[in-house]
């Protein structure tokens, strides 16, 4: 199911850290990483990031769901 990246893969782009981006294409491939955090720009709503600081809340908690174009 799609690319898969490793760490320090050329294509992908090399850097130390991974990003923590899921991107998701029209075809339904997953985008992890760096390609993710591309495919954000041209397609936001399918892509999701900064979701660790929604990890162990519940969802009437979140304010912050305001401001990420996914749901």
Do not use: H
């Not at 050329?10 to 955090?37: H, M, N, W, Y």
């Amino acid at each position: 199911m799609g690319r898969q990246c490793a760490y320090r893969d050329r294509q992908c782009g090399s850097s130390r850290t991974t990003p923590s981006v899921v991107g998701f294409t029209r075809d339904g491939e997953r985008l992890v990483g760096i390609a993710g955090k591309r495919q954000a720009v041209p397609q936001p709503d399918s892509t999701i990031y900064s979701i660790k600081r929604f990890i162990g809340r519940n969802y009437d908690e979140v304010t912050e769901m305001k401001i990420v174009p996914y749901r």
